[in-house]
């Protein structure tokens, strides 16, 4: 089974922290997601990756930035934290290689609240 | 307006009951998924359909391209289908999903 693991289930961070929200995936997916959920809202992405060092802002970059210096690995970090970053943020990944329409995968979400 | 809809935004029903949400989108597609997501966040896939009707166990998916419209129908429902179901797509020559805002369901023994 595909698995995304993100590095924490719960963060709580002060205002003005640098946060860094790992993500690491085992099936050598191309494809890489971070996406906020909030309520009302549902999920909306904010970057994506579809291979090493590549990068695409999604539809809510702002006040965030991704890495990806291994396939297995995108890291979403917020720069400077702030309450409105409040959320639940999950990670997806799926196979990519020009193949259209697979599945997505996500994480089990971390839930982040800046104090 | 949202560019995926569901309806209805909250559902509850008795178990055994037949349960349909739906989704319903305005953009040109190459797939819609249906996820379902249980209280502690994980999202996990249910089903990916580009045409016609797809069925696993209880659950039956169906889409009429024309008409923009997916429906997820489960049948004899059970207090563990308890969860957010949520419809989204994949637009046309991008693997970038869009999603509905979910359906909340509870059944209730």
């Known amino acids: 089974d595909v698995k995304v693991t993100q590095s924490s289930r719960y963060l709580v961070k002060r205002t003005g922290e640098k946060v860094f929200l790992e993500c690491v995936q085992d099936m050598d997916h191309e494809n890489m997601f971070w996406y906020r959920q909030d309520p009302g809202l549902g999920l909306r992405l904010i970057y994506f990756s579809y291979d090493v060092k590549m990068k695409e802002k999604g539809d809510i970059p702002e006040g965030y930035s991704v890495s990806r210096e291994k396939k297995e690995r995108f890291s979403l970090i917020l720069e400077s934290a702030s309450t409105n970053q409040t959320s639940m943020y999950l990670c997806?990944?799926?196979f990519g290689q020009g193949v259209r329409n697979t599945e997505a995968f996500f994480g089990q979400g971390t839930r982040l609240t800046v104090v | 307006k949202n560019e995926v809809e569901q309806s209805p935004q909250n559902l509850t029903a008795q178990e055994g009951e037949f349960i349909t949400i739906n989704c319903s989108y305005s953009v040109g597609i190459s797939a819609l998924h249906w996820l379902q997501q249980h209280p502690g966040g994980g999202i996990v896939s249910l089903f990916m359909l580009s045409s016609g009707k797809k069925k696993h166990g209880r659950l039956i998916a169906t889409i009429n391209i024309q008409e923009k419209h997916s429906s997820l129908h489960i049948t004899a429902s059970h207090p563990r289908d308890s969860a957010v179901y949520i419809c989204a797509v994949s637009r046309s020559n991008t693997d970038k999903l869009i999603f509905g805002t979910g359906t909340r369901l509870q059944v209730f023994p």
């Open positions: 997806a990944s799926s």
